[in-house]
């Protein structure tokens, strides 16, 4: 699960996610609009399979520029 909090959210029109397998290549797998005022958000990847995963969470303005946000890391293990 993926988590972020906004205290404000002025200009900003929608976010998303983007995953990566090796850090690089990156698609979008899920927007949300944003709430105008300042929010929770949650995102669960159900595609999210044993392995090692890049993530990112972009958020589009008004004036229509991107910002990216530091990736994160994640690890699955199955149990053996």
């Not at 909090?5 to 900003?12: D, L, P, R, Y």
């Not at 998303?16 to 995102?43: C, R, T």
């Amino acid at each position: 699960t993926s988590k972020w909090g906004t205290a404000s959210e002025k200009n900003v029109s929608r976010f998303e996610i983007l995953k990566s397998e090796n850090g690089i290549d990156f698609k979008s797998i899920y927007a949300v609009e944003a709430n105008n005022h300042a929010s929770e958000y949650q995102f669960v990847d159900k595609d999210f399979i044993n392995g090692k995963y890049f993530y990112q969470l972009k958020y589009l303005n008004s004036l229509f520029l991107l910002f990216y946000f530091q990736e994160k890391k994640k690890k699955r293990c199955t149990p053996t």
